[in-house]
């Protein structure tokens, strides 16, 4: 049977799998991304997923930005040892197949688009709200990836240009106002006091869909002020987490609005630690998308949650090696 190897790289974890025509794992594995050697690793986890079966006819890898797609090479914010590293050419060099890059966001949206809730739509952007907010668009079932592989920073669009200064050293990003970690900065800055409500220690696997924890931290325990613990708050009422959520959701609403205005979006589909907060994120989030957004067709854009989880990206990066693959599908 025909599969290729999808590879998904990120600051902390390295997935591979192997998939087939129809999206299937015939077999997978992770390990965490080491600080240094990350090649090696690599190496040893393409050996444990391929191993003595038939080979691969491709590879496709989504890969933690930002990167440059003409030249094939990455330097994710996250990973210091890897800078304009050559990951495309090691990984052809490695496997002797096509090899395909995107951005580890546009291979999420890529992957809600073939597989997820994203599927059948016509224009979809596909965002990963967690420590950071990335973004990628499919369009006409194509990803639009742009020349060096940059298309679809939407964290990074201005929703308020009179707004504070962003890390990126751009201004009013709305990743400033709805990343996890400004989440909590903002509740924390007003007055939320982690855990202080009663009653509010439901299993925290409730919301266990992300592997990339929503606060840049994995604990999920009383007391932590991270995104999870603001989420388990304002589900909880705390006035000050509400509000935080409602704050984030509509600066998501402001930057969805000018994207599907930009390129009339169909539908969006949300991941990312932070999506996985539920009703207290998606219920204000249409509020404020029905209160910025104004002709009928940007009004028409239909916001769902990720269906596949952390998986999405996997199959993402499957679909693009598809793309380049002898048996297309
Ligand atoms: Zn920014």
Request: hydrophobic letters at 45%.
């Amino acid at each position: 049977m025909a599969r290729v190897l999808a590879i998904d790289i990120g600051g902390t974890k390295l997935a591979a799998a192997l998939v087939d025509e129809t999206g299937s794992m015939l077999r997978s594995a992770t390990r965490p991304t080491p600080r240094t050697d990350v090649m090696v690793a690599l190496a040893a986890l393409i050996e444990e997923v391929t191993g003595d079966g038939p080979a691969p006819e491709a590879v496709g890898i989504g890969c933690a930005g930002p990167l440059d797609l003409a030249a094939g090479t990455v330097s994710p914010v996250n990973m210091p040892s890897w800078r304009g590293f050559p990951l495309r050419e090691e990984v052809r060099a490695l496997t002797g197949l096509p090899t395909m890059l995107a951005g580890d966001a546009q291979c999420m949206a890529l992957g809600e688009h073939w597989l997820g809730a994203g599927r059948g739509s016509s224009a979809l952007l596909g965002i990963v709200v967690s420590t950071g907010i990335g973004g990628g668009l499919v369009i006409d079932g194509v990803p639009l990836l742009g020349p060096n592989g940059n298309a679809g920073h939407v964290g990074h669009m201005t929703i308020d240009p009179y707004g504070e200064r962003c890390e990126c050293g751009g201004r009013g990003c709305v990743e400033h106002y709805s990343s996890g970690p400004n989440l909590a900065r903002w509740a924390l800055a007003n007055g939320w006091t982690p855990g202080r409500p009663d009653g509010l220690d439901g299993p925290a696997d409730a919301r266990s869909n992300a592997a990339d924890a929503p606060g840049g931290t994995a604990s999920a325990q009383n007391g932590a002020a991270d995104a999870r613990a603001l989420a388990r708050d304002a589900a909880g009422g705390d006035p000050v987490a509400v509000a935080a959520f409602e704050r984030g959701a509509r600066a998501l609403a402001g930057m969805i609005a000018s994207t599907a205005a930009a390129v009339e979006l169909t539908k969006v589909v949300i991941g990312g630690g932070v999506s996985a907060a539920g009703p207290v994120l998606f219920d204000p989030l249409a509020r404020a998308l029905d209160d910025v957004a104004g002709l009928a067709f940007v009004r028409a854009v239909k916001v769902e949650p990720t269906t596949l989880g952390v998986r999405a990206g996997l199959a993402g990066a499957a679909k693009l090696a598809w793309s380049q693959s002898r048996t297309a599908v």
